[in-house]
């Protein structure tokens, strides 16, 4: 099946910096990947996605890249601010796999006022 | 449009003992799939249900267990509940072809002592 890997486990950013976590993915056949952030003690939520005929997303402070070749996407956060403190989660799946969501181990990110 | 509703909110239980808990997914959303979520884990995959049959399963014991009702809600039983089963239990709805992003629940927090 498909296997999810995510770096780093933990960064931490000086407010205003910029953030980027890295995820792989095994099975080429995976073409929806989400990002969900989780603040402390709430839900994850969707942040941003991107499906496979796309190369970039941008949605204000955050974009994501994806690269079919190399099976990698990563989340990018700009001017970063306390408030993007949280852990985030990438994802992958297809219609392969149903609904089925393979997440990465998740990225503690710390901003520093 | 309502969220996706857990209940209970906060359980706690004596090992051996059995549990339910309730998932009520947004309106329209067929798929409801479940999360053990434990600090250091991850999002750990259990099960999905899409329109009352399971279409995914994780490796997780036969304790552990769910079905899913003709509107759509969902139930998940453990039973014989042992220590190591403290632990938030997201439910996640979506419409189910994998290529839509989850909403997820608040959880269902579960001590077992």
């Known amino acids: 099946g498909e296997n999810v890997e995510q770096h780093p486990s933990t960064l931490s950013v000086q407010e205003g910096d910029s953030a980027v976590i890295k995820c792989t993915y095994s099975d080429s056949a995976s073409n929806y990947f989400p990002w969900y952030k989780q603040e402390l003690g709430k839900r994850p939520q969707l942040i941003i996605d991107i499906r496979s005929n796309v190369g970039e997303k941008k949605d204000q402070r955050i974009a994501v890249t994806l690269n079919k070749t190399a099976k990698h996407f990563s989340l990018h956060i700009t001017e970063t601010q306390p408030e993007d403190s949280a852990v985030y989660f990438c994802?992958?799946?297809?219609?392969?796999?149903?609904?089925?969501?393979?997440f990465g181990t998740g990225t503690s990110l710390t901003v520093i006022p | 449009k309502a969220g996706v509703t857990q209940t209970p909110r906060y359980l706690i239980k004596t090992r051996g003992q059995q549990v339910t808990l309730s998932c009520s997914p947004i309106s329209g959303h067929r798929s409801v799939s479940w999360y053990q979520q434990t600090p250091g884990q991850g999002l750990q995959f259990l099960f999905e249900?899409?329109?009352?049959?399971?279409?995914n399963k994780g490796n997780f014991p036969g304790r552990f267990s769910g079905r899913q009702f003709s509107n759509s809600r969902s139930e998940m039983n453990v039973s014989t509940l042992e220590l190591g089963d403290s632990a938030l239990y997201l439910c996640a709805s979506s419409h189910g072809s994998g290529l839509y992003g989850y909403t997820f629940g608040s959880g269902t927090r579960l001590t077992v002592v």
């Open positions: 249900y899409f329109s009352e049959t399971q279409r």
């Open positions: 994802a992958a799946s297809s219609e392969n796999t149903g609904n089925q969501f393979y």
